[in-house]
């Protein structure tokens, strides 16, 4: 039966309703799975605090794997898998999360400019997204951050002596491009958690207590200036805006994958290749070291417990630079004639140190030690990647060497 035109506009109203409400039914649905789940979770390690995690005892698998490793707790117990966005996912820390958040079943987009420290080779083998791009474009980001609920920023340009020569870059990444991903985030509602670095709170003297994270902004470098300057846009933006964001500042990170250009991986490939170990002024700065993996536990467990509008320190163990020096050189095999004393670096902070106690009482707590292990494991990590390092080490890197260290070591 023909029906009239009228009924059947109703009709086709109808029917758009119906399936509108039906698809509506099936986000609730979803939603309410999602919340139950979660829900399941967060009972099932509540019953289980203080018993058996994988990796202790009585787990039944009879090893140690995933013992004191608080995230392992909080990606159990907080978030189900997310997507997110890294930036500077290509680069020495954002490579080592990407790899961290990809083992525990998220998904991820990285947005990464590949400047001379980014490296593709860092994420071979790693499942994930690529997009090469500035974090300082915005249709970069929108295009890279489609559909994700969090974006952490590693994304910076990253070492003091390059910023001493040149600042402006720094700025245009590490201030515009942060405040460019916050706006992001703000339109789309989603997290953002900004790595920074105890550098922000520039040198303490040697009998000074541990910066907590309210000790003040006093960077000293153009490179602590504009990682100062971004973490003011995060906060601002939280108070401003109702963004939610956080803050974590990390000690001196050390491990795999780091480009030789700063202290510990410039001087354990110098030292293999035979050639100078420049130590800056009389070596008795002191910066506290603190592992790729622990900064990376530390990251995740803030992204997915830490406050917004919260800053938390992540610290490491506090050496002296010529100690670590010592420790290279018998790690290495290395001559102690290679060491050389050189020009100081202009504004040189003397010590840097973090108290790192409100992350631990999220549940952090690092298994890597620098003296036990963590810097031997390192330099055999190098002496058995040279494949890595050696094609780094020349080109570009050649010429910045030599405007860094050549008049030095004349
Ligand atoms: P890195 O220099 O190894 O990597 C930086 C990455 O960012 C590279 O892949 C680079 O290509 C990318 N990048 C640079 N500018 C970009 C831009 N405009 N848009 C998109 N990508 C861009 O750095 P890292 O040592 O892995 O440090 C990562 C983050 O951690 C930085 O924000 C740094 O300030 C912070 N941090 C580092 C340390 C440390 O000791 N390395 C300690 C504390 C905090
Ligand atoms: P670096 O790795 O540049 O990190 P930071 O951002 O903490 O300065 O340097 C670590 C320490 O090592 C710092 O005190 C400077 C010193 N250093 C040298 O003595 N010689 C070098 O060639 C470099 C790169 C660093």
């Given amino acids: 039966m023909r029906l009239p035109g009228q009924a059947v506009a109703v009709e086709k109203r109808v029917d758009r309703a119906q399936r509108q409400a039906f698809e509506r039914l099936a986000e609730i649905e979803l939603a309410a799975h999602r919340q139950e789940l979660l829900l399941d979770r967060l009972a099932g390690v509540d019953a289980r605090r203080g018993g058996p995690f994988p990796g202790e005892e009585g787990d039944g698998r009879g090893d140690d794997a995933g013992r004191d490793d608080p995230t392992l707790h909080a990606r159990e117990g907080t978030l189900l898998p997310m997507r997110v966005l890294v930036t500077g996912g290509a680069g020495f820390i954002g490579s080592q999360f990407v790899r961290r958040l990809v083992e525990s079943g998220d998904q991820v987009a990285v947005l990464d400019k590949l400047t001379y420290a980014g490296n593709r080779a860092n994420l071979e083998g790693v499942d994930h997204e690529f997009h090469q791009g500035d974090i ?185 630079n010529m100690d670590v020096v010592r420790r290279i050189l018998d790690l290495t095999g290395a001559s102690p004639d290679l060491v050389r004393h050189v020009a100081d670096r202009p504004g040189h902070d003397r010590r840097y140190s973090v108290d790192s106690s409100k992350l631990s009482g999220l549940g952090w707590q690092p298994k890597h030690s620098f003296d036990s292990g963590g810097l031997e494991e390192t330099v055999d990590w190098y002496r058995e990647h040279r494949d890595w390092w050696e094609p780094i080490k020349s080109g570009d890197y050649k010429r910045y060497y030599d405007e860094q260290y050549a008049a030095r070591l004349a």
């Fill in 136 to 320: 300082a474009d915005a249709d970069a980001v929108a295009r890279a951050a489609e559909g994700v609920e969090a974006i952490v920023n590693f994304a910076a340009e990253t070492h003091v002596d390059r910023s001493i020569m040149g600042p402006a870059e720094f700025i245009l990444t590490d201030v515009l491009g942060t405040q460019v991903l916050l706006d992001y985030a703000r339109q789309h509602g989603i997290r953002h958690l900004q790595v920074s670095t105890d550098e922000v709170y520039g040198d303490i003297p040697l009998d000074a207590e541990p910066c907590t994270e309210d000790a003040p902004i006093r960077a000293s470098s153009p490179y602590s200036a504009s990682k100062a300057g971004g973490d003011l846009q995060v906060l601002a933006y939280v108070r401003t805006y109702g963004v939610d964001a956080l803050v974590t500042r990390g000690a001196n990170t050390y491990g795999a994958r780091q480009y030789p250009e700063k202290f510990l991986p410039l001087f354990i490939t110098n030292a293999f290749e035979g050639q100078h170990l420049p130590v800056y002024g009389d070596g008795k700065q002191r910066r506290e070291w603190l592992h790729v993996a622990d900064h990376c536990a530390g990251i995740e467990l803030a992204l997915r417990r830490g406050e917004a509008g919260n800053v938390y320190n992540v610290g490491g163990q506090e050496r002296e």
